[in-house]
């Protein structure tokens, strides 16, 4: 064992599941989707994790790429240009540093299962 999930890790992956009750609430009863979590929790979650990787990934790309034309057009944007291509650089590098924590977030759920916290867990508009 690594150590304890820190209160965020937990909460992101508790989120997959909140998000998955609120997607599927719209085409199923609440009593489907809490017998589709309770047969699939690791996989919704492992797959909920992927797709929101996937999005903080592009988004660093496009990040990094607009940061890029600010700096190779600074006639257009002039005295605005280093704050553009600072902040599109911020925003990319943070984007990075979210897909390297879901990646994280990731190896471990894969190398050591569902944390206790969560292998129980039921979103709140499933009722308690």
Known sequence: MIGRWTKRDLKLIRDQL??????HSLYRTTAEIARV??????TIIIGGLR???ETYAERAERNREAAVHFERNPGIYGKSTPEM???FSGFAD????????????????ESEGLPREVSDFIPDRLGS
Do not use: M, Q, Y
């Open 37 to 42: 979590i309770e047969e699939n929790r690791f």
């Open 18 to 23: 909140e998000h998955f009750v609120t997607f």
């Open 51 to 53: 797709s929101l990787r």
């Open 94 to 109: 943070d984007d990075a540093k979210a897909v390297g924590k879901i990646d994280r977030v990731l190896g471990r759920l």
């Open 85 to 87: 291509i600072e902040r």
